[in-house]
């Protein structure tokens, strides 16, 4: 009777120490990347110059492509048939100036597109006209043409698939690539 006793008290012991080991290694994946991205946006960005851009850090290496879409954004986006840069525009395009102007051997295309909607002939030229639109508002805040090359992929390169507003307003923009 005594031996059946301590045998149940061993038995209840190791489903105990089992669970306990099991609860111990469980780490929801959610709340260390939280944790993560915490850490990262308290840590601010200077890209080596002592300069504060304003702009989170991140794991990208300075002056990479990686780096200006995640800290500063790489597009901007355009209304329907127009070449005119929009307040949010205009305040990204800011970022990236100011970006550029911290990593001053850095040389960018900008990629002018279109929507769906229009022929090819038309949307190359559209595109283009955006990112001259871009080239030039870059410009006035400082930074040398010659650091930037327009080309227009017109509505051969699309983000988004679809016949769609949402997908058609993706497609309208100019992202600036690092060279």
Known sequence: M????????????????????????????????????????????????????????????PSSQGDLGANVGDRVFFALNRSDLSQAARSILGRQAAWLKLNPNVRVTLEGHADERGTREYNIALGLRRANSVKTYLSGLGISPSRMHTISYGKERPVALCNQERCWKQNRRVVMVVN
């Open 2 to 61: 005594k031996q059946n006793r301590a045998s149940v008290h061993l038995f209840l012991l190791s489903i105990v120490l089992v669970l306990a080991t099991a609860c111990a290694s469980y780490k929801p994946q959610d709340q260390s990347s939280q944790k993560q991205d915490q850490s990262e946006q308290n840590t601010g960005s200077t890209y080596g110059t002592g300069l504060s851009t304003g702009v989170e850090s991140t794991s990208h290496a």
